[in-house]
């Protein structure tokens, strides 16, 4: 299996089916589950807190190995609760695409980091 | 596009391409990158907040059309994270599927919420 | 120590101590701190994960235990961040309190789940 | 109102009161009271999210004055949380304390970034 042959529907009804196999749909409510990504979320995240954004970017081949699987945590519970709520995602995402395409033009925004960086005080000051 | 066309790697090449073509991969560190996933998991978590696990799954058109993309959000992240890291998450959600299918086996675990409802206090009077 | 005697300026300033005594100021940034807040609520959120809301009522003892303990760990934190930023919270709070008396009048919301519930399905059919 | 004078009890009081005026104990429930802290916790660092470390102690007065109700709210449903449990947040925190205390002797720990740095490649080359 690689990214190259593998279709957003493979991996949802691999997922559908590990769920339903253990009979779990019951504890699946896109309420747990909006938990659960959160909490694999922060998972991730702890790799990286204590270290620069330099850092994060020279990762230990373990670190990675671990990284990936968080990742893959992530995933596969937002494709649980596509499942659930019958979203399809490939479709979603190429609408959501297509918006921050619209909202971020390349001519505006190259090289910035939006809006966030209106919090400086330099500028305040400037 | 739809779930059963699309490929990761297509998702993959389509959120590198709106990086890349911002210049935007100075900000999508790994360490910025994993708290992006977490605030979109957290915008997620929020349509949810006050609602009962049944009413989570009652929602109206609208409302699963803003949390269809902050879904489309935390995997935009998520690959974003996987094109900065080289990590193929085909493979990596493959391995984890696996991984999972041994540590929660059917017959153990079917039907039951795993490990956190040894919290519950009847079960300590019991 | 109990809670009727302790003031905010007192754990700021057991906080603070902590983190100087450990040179760790270097690593107590704003940004870092947030993440930081950020994964305690999601290791506070593990323990609920799976649970029904009334479930979530009838904890262990032992389960309270680790529970205050993630709460102490994400009061902690936000002392940190108060005291990097020079924020008085009792202060703040009473500011945010009183925002909040005004935004959501007694008469008004009493025993209603405000914003979220217009989401549901009855609703709308309704 | 200010640190120095206000106690943890007169804070969860004037929360409690807050909470039972509008009949919202309903939805305080422990499971969503962890889901608040987690959302707010992601705004704070939503504010953070694309600036660097360096960055984020640079902060203008109007975003000071947002990040100070970000954390009040967050200490705010941890006080709601340590109500509806009864728990004696004081007490714990300083349980908690002196267990860092313990786990990170200052001799040991003094200007070290624990865990997480032995992640980096730097070392694993070394």
Chains 1, 2, 3, 4 share one sequence.
Not at 45 to 50: A, C, D, K, R, S
Not at 54 to 70: D, T
Not at 74 to 91: K, W
């Amino acid at each position: 299996m690689s990214d190259k042959q593998v279709t957003i529907h493979e991996l949802k009804e691999r997922m559908a089916t590990f769920v339903r196999e253990r009979d779990w749909q019951q504890f699946h409510s896109p309420k747990n589950l909006s938990m659960s990504i959160a909490i694999e979320a922060a998972e991730l995240m702890e790799h990286f807190q204590w270290l620069t954004a330099e850092q994060s970017q020279q990762l230990k081949r373990e670190a990675l190995q671990e990284i990936g699987e968080e990742l893959a945590d992530i995933v596969l519970y937002s494709l649980s609760m596509a499942n659930f709520l019958q979203i399809d995602l490939a479709e979603t995402i190429d609408a959501k695409m297509a918006k921050n395409e619209r909202k971020y033009p390349i001519d505006k925004v190259r090289g910035k980091a939006h809006k966030y960086t209106s919090y400086l005080q330099q500028e305040e000051d400037a």
